[in-house]
């Protein structure tokens, strides 16, 4: 059974997406004038994939001033040729979020797809087998990597230091007595660990 978790992605760090590709203006629309011209968008499945964070692509839209009137949401598997989301708006507001929800998509979508087919593959073998993530990301990538292997049916290991505690090599050589010192400590503070692994 597929984990089904809403990944939270704040509106400031949506904007700042935007501001890091937009920046001042866009300089080829602005010298085509074509900004202020009706248009419509559609980002489109090539292949067969599982569908991950189309909602902060409809987001975008809405906060680059445009408007969504279609949307697969995350998880969905879709077909070659199928719209993942449809815009309209000005081109202008089209264009400015344009190329961060493509790049957006193709990364969510090919992590969802290929996490889908993993799972597909270890449930063949067995329903008992479970596909955790890692939170091993590039810098500003984890929340986007983590939704997208929830799409494809992967749960998560560990999201960062503060929920488990898991002593690597580099932690005992740093104690005086190595496991004796990590069994110390635990036993110390297990009070304060007791929901904790």
């Not at 900004?35 to 409809?58: M, N, Y």
């Not at 596909?131 to 986007?144: A, Q, S, Y």
């Not at 960062?160 to 496991?179: A, M, Y």
Request: charged share 20%; glycine share 6%; hydrophobic share 45%.
């Amino acid at each position: 059974m597929m984990l089904q978790a809403s990944v939270f992605f704040d509106t400031a760090t949506l904007e700042g997406w935007l501001e890091e590709d937009v920046s001042y203006f866009d300089l080829t629309s602005a010298v085509l004038a074509i900004g202020t011209q009706a248009a419509q968008i559609r980002w489109v499945a090539r292949t067969d994939l599982v569908v991950a964070c189309s909602e902060e692509v409809a987001r975008l839209v809405e906060l680059s001033g445009g408007h969504v009137t279609q949307v697969h949401s995350s998880g969905h598997k879709i077909a070659p040729g199928d719209a993942i989301v449809t815009a309209e708006g000005s081109a202008q507001s089209l264009l400015d979020c344009w190329k961060v929800a493509q790049n957006l998509l193709e990364y969510a979508c090919s992590v969802a797809t290929r996490t889908h087919k993993m799972c597909t593959l270890a449930y063949q073998v067995s329903e008992d087998i479970g596909i955790l993530t890692t939170r091993k990301h590039p810098p500003g990538l984890r929340r986007v990597a983590q939704k997208a292997a929830l799409a494809g049916g992967a749960a998560p290991h560990r999201l960062g230091l503060s929920e488990t505690v898991l002593v690597f090599p580099q932690h005992r050589s740093l104690l005086p007595n190595g496991w004796q010192s990590v069994r110390e400590a635990l036993s110390l503070h297990a009070r304060h660990l007791v929901e904790k692994k």
